[in-house]
């Protein structure tokens, strides 16, 4: 495991203080709502102004739009998002992964008809792994591709697929080759992009969160035409390149700062008063551990940025991050002595409201707690994830 010291550099501090400056100029606080980490809304408007800055697909080559900046500086420009509860949703996925994959796996038709639009913040994606009886073994999927004239026909179902109703384009895992008797379904799956929009057999239906809001999808194709130029990289490697996806998926700041604008905002409400000793304590800890975990998440993009994929460690990130965020969220709770209601005059306790009806999802979504546990145990051993 290599968790190395790391501390930003003089210009990734100077990125840092301009981050802050446009985050200051933009959405002061009071003038915002703020979002809980990346469940934040999308807003087009947002995402342009911080693709114009250079912040979106900044990680990607400068011949497709970005700003082939490191690992670190985009660390940098979402730890700021993030904490601030900025509304990054809208070019959050094709941001975090989408883009990355494209540019990995794929081919310079697809570099230049996807990567320029998502360093603009042009482009809004969704992830199309989940399944009605496939989500931790992924590999088990079963939306068949079945060859086609210049292309495959789909026909299956994915679920709980986060805001594809207001996303454009959405990556998908399926499988184009069937699993022999005692094969291996690892093999025989392609990752595949897919028009939400304009897309013939697309059909997409609402599944309503606990409160009643549209975040979740359950996306079905009924003979969708996919044409051989959105499949990206080889058919049949999909297990790899999804798993490398993944990757990009855990261990950063998404995974550790989602109540950290609920803390802020009772800091907020408090500021000025005297602060009874078990709310002193409880900072004081939610503080330590907070830098705890920011550090081994900088360390994680340090590791990236000098060519390594550290997949165990940032697993581990993710599995402690999102424990943390958990804990973080049941203190809260115990500190507030009445029953929390999401319309209550104080932004604080509407924040907290929030946490409690979604924070439970922060341990399933990429990855539950279990199979993290299960991708570092056996990254440790040597043995495939
Ligand atoms: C907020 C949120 C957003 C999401 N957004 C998306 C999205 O945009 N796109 C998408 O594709 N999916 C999305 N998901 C789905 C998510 O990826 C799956 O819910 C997750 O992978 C778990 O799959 P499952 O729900 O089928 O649970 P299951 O796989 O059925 O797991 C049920 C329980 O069994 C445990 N378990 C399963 N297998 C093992 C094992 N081998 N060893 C030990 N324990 C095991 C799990 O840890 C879990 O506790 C989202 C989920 C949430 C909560």
């Not at 934040?40 to 990680?59: E, I, L, P, T």
């Not at 700003?67 to 730890?79: G, L, Q, T, Y």
């Not at 454009?168 to 022999?180: A, G, K, N, S």
């Not at 424990?323 to 929390?340: A, T």
């Amino acid at each position: 495991m290599r968790f190395t010291p790391t501390e930003l550099t003089i210009d990734e501090r100077a990125l840092q203080l301009e981050v802050r400056e446009f985050l200051a100029a933009e959405l002061p606080p009071g003038s915002h709502e703020p979002g809980l980490g990346m469940s934040a809304r999308s807003d087009r408007a947002f995402s342009k102004k911080m693709a114009d800055r250079g912040w979106v697909g900044m990680a990607l080559p400068k011949e497709w739009g970005g700003s082939d900046k490191k690992a670190v500086d985009r660390f940098i420009v979402v730890e700021e998002m993030l904490r601030w509860g900025a509304p990054v949703g809208y070019h959050w996925v094709a941001d975090r992964q989408t883009g990355s994959v494209i540019n990995k796996f794929g081919n310079d038709e697809q570099r230049e008809r996807f990567l320029p639009s998502i360093c603009r913040g042009e482009i809004g994606f969704s992830i199309g792994m989940s399944e009605p009886d496939s989500g931790s073994d992924l590999a088990s999927v079963s939306t068949k591709a079945d060859r086609d004239d210049g292309g495959w026909i789909l026909n299956g179902t994915k679920i709980w697929t986060s805001s594809a109703h207001t996303n454009d384009w959405f990556i998908c895992l399926v499988r184009t080759t069937p699993v022999e008797p005692g094969g291996n379904k690892r093999e025989g799956l392609s990752q595949v992009l897919i028009d939400l929009k304009n897309t013939e057999g697309l059909e997409l239906s609402p599944i309503p969160f606990l409160n009643g809001e549209h975040h979740f999808n359950e996306v079905s194709f009924h003979d969708v035409f996919v044409p051989d130029e959105n499949v990206v990289g080889q058919a049949g490697m999909g297990w790899n390149q999804n798993t490398t996806e993944m990757a990009y998926e855990r261990g950063g700041p998404d995974r550790w700062l989602s109540p950290f604008s609920t803390v802020e905002q009772l800091l907020r409400e408090t500021q000025g008063g005297d602060l009874e000793r078990p709310v002193v304590e409880l900072f004081g800890e939610l503080t330590a551990r907070w830098w705890a975990l920011r550090n081994l998440s900088l360390s994680v993009a340090r590791l990236i940025d000098d060519g390594d994929a550290p997949s165990v460690e940032s697993s581990l990130v993710k599995e402690m991050g999102t424990r943390f965020e958990l804990e973080v969220i049941e203190k809260l709770v115990e500190l507030v002595d009445h029953e929390l209601v999401s319309e209550s005059e104080s932004l604080f306790q509407r924040l907290l409201a929030q946490c409690v009806l979604t924070g439970p999802g922060n341990t399933i979504r990429g990855g539950t707690i279990e199979i993290l546990r299960s991708v570092a145990a056996k990254g440790l051993q040597g043995l495939p994830a």
